[in-house]
């Protein structure tokens, strides 16, 4: 049958409008108002109702055609097909950002109205938490500090703790003390952008280590020191952003012993160092004498809490990382503060931490059902998945046909600091995306994964 009269409905849609008429031909069947083998409109006649332009419907019946909605036939127009030709071919996946790795979001609702009442509780000090307030951290906030940097086994003196409105600002100050434009910092060969970014910012050059499944080479890391004189160690050695390593006790004390040996500070960004339940000891507990160590909020507690606390290596070396951090921010956000004060003392934090803890492994174990064994790299308690490509796929191939069906991940590039990057991409799990939607996702890449680009794309 031929549907002249059928109209698409896109006024609502925010998504391309070729997209949206392909979204509407999914759902009308869906629904019933399509129904095998009926003949679309011709696509002239559909851009004239809907005052778009021809080249957005035919793109649309396309798009279609890809999902295995539809078939077009020479000569004779294009037909909506029967359910079960497209019952092999993957199914389509709710559109969700898997790009940013963030914790997942607290959905139960007694921790929910927990987190309110910290909020609450606030409301008598909202006049003073509006005022400036102490650099570098009341008393009050250094001592629920000391209690949450005691999770990891450090017990610094409160005058080495500073609390920083973030894990970046953190960073920033430290390398800008450290380093001079022209200087190296050595760090892993696959690196956090942001520490590229900060690094660029400042003129100081990053050289990348080689790395195995523990973490960086002791060896390379000291031949490096010969060569470059670098002016400190970067690392994130807990669940490692991007590759998700954890570097394990033994290495940690020979990367340390290294580390002394040649007069090498450490910087250890710490960011996921309290997901894991039994992690190893940070560099800090290890060489605390060496080593900046910088334990972000925005992980394992909220990413919208721009809070971390920051351990100097001694007394003396605070007093020029306070110059260059008052410099740029003045001070921490005393709201934020005041929050995260509270919820650390009343137990909230914790509460929290325990549900990122179980919503991540129950992730993780999401995808170890659905994706191929031995696919990707993680750790049960990472928020992403790291993902070296099968031949003949390319990053920047596979990254496309995501988010072709909307599904945003990142290309190896952005976190490679020498050479060319490998042909991997990172997959986040947590953020606001639902669990469902993740799922989705994961089908979606399972099904790409298990077959070559050209293949993929006909499948759609």
């Known amino acids: 049958m031929t549907l002249t009269d059928w109209l698409p409905d896109i006024a609502g849609s925010d998504r ?7 979204d509407a031909i999914e759902s009308d069947i869906a629904h019933g108002r399509l129904q095998t083998a009926d003949r679309l409109p011709p696509q002239r006649k559909l851009a004239d109702r809907l005052s778009i332009d021809f080249t957005t419907v035919a793109r649309g019946y396309v798009e279609a055609q890809k999902r295995g909605l539809v ?3 020479v000569g004779q127009g294009t037909f909506v097909v029967e359910r079960n030709v497209a019952s092999n071919r993957p199914a389509r996946p709710e559109r969700v950002d898997l790009s940013m790795n963030l914790p997942p979001e607290p959905t139960d609702p007694g921790l929910l109205a927990r987190m309110r009442a910290g909020l609450d509780d606030m409301k008598p000090d909202l006049v003073s938490l509006l005022r400036y307030q102490g ?5 009050a906030d250094k001592d629920a500090a000391s209690n949450w940097l005691g999770r990891r086994a450090l017990v610094p003196a409160q005058e080495r703790i500073f609390i920083t409105p973030g894990a970046h600002p953190a960073l920033l100050a430290i390398f800008t003390i450290l380093a001079r434009p022209g200087d190296v910092i050595l760090c892993e060969a696959i690196t956090y952008p942001g520490a590229r970014a900060i690094a660029a910012q400042l003129g100081i050059r990053l050289v990348g280590l080689p790395m195995d499944e523990k973490g960086i080479d002791p060896d390379a890391f000291a031949d490096a020191v010969a ?22 006790e033994e290495r940690r004390a020979a990367i340390a012993s290294v580390a002394r040996r040649l007069g090498v500070q450490i910087v250890e960004d710490d960011a996921y160092g309290f997901i894991p339940a039994h992690g190893p000891h940070p560099f800090a507990a290890i060489a605390p004498d060496l080593t900046w160590h910088v334990a972000g909020l925005a992980k394992c507690v909220g990413a919208g809490l721009r809070a971390a606390y920051v351990v100097a290596p001694d007394v003396k070396s605070s007093w020029p990382f306070s110059a260059a951090l008052r410099a740029a921010n003045v001070m921490a956000s005393p709201l934020t503060v005041a929050l995260v004060t509270r919820w650390i003392e009343d137990g909230t934090a914790d509460m929290i931490l325990r549900f990122i803890r179980t919503e991540t492994a129950a992730r993780q174990a999401m995808a170890r059902e659905i994706l191929p064994a031995n696919s990707y790299w993680a750790d049960p308690m990472s928020f992403n998945l790291w993902v070296p490509l099968p031949e003949p796929w390319t990053r920047s191939a596979f990254v496309g046909h995501m988010r072709g069906m909307g599904i945003g991940i990142v290309a190896s590039d952005v976190f490679a600091v020498d050479g060319t990057p490998p042909e991997a991409v990172r997959v986040c799990l947590g953020g606001p995306a639902k669990r469902e939607a993740v799922r989705g996702a994961l089908e979606f890449m399972a099904h790409a994964l298990s077959t070559s680009p050209a293949m993929a794309l006909t499948a759609l």
């Open 71 to 73: 078939e077009s036939r």
């Open 227 to 248: 060569k470059h004189r670098p002016k400190a160690l970067y690392l994130n050695p807990t669940l490692q952003n991007p590759t998700t390593i954890t570097v394990p």
């Open 16 to 22: 391309p409008r070729y997209i949206a008429i392909a």
């Open 135 to 139: 650099f570098g951290g009341a008393p």
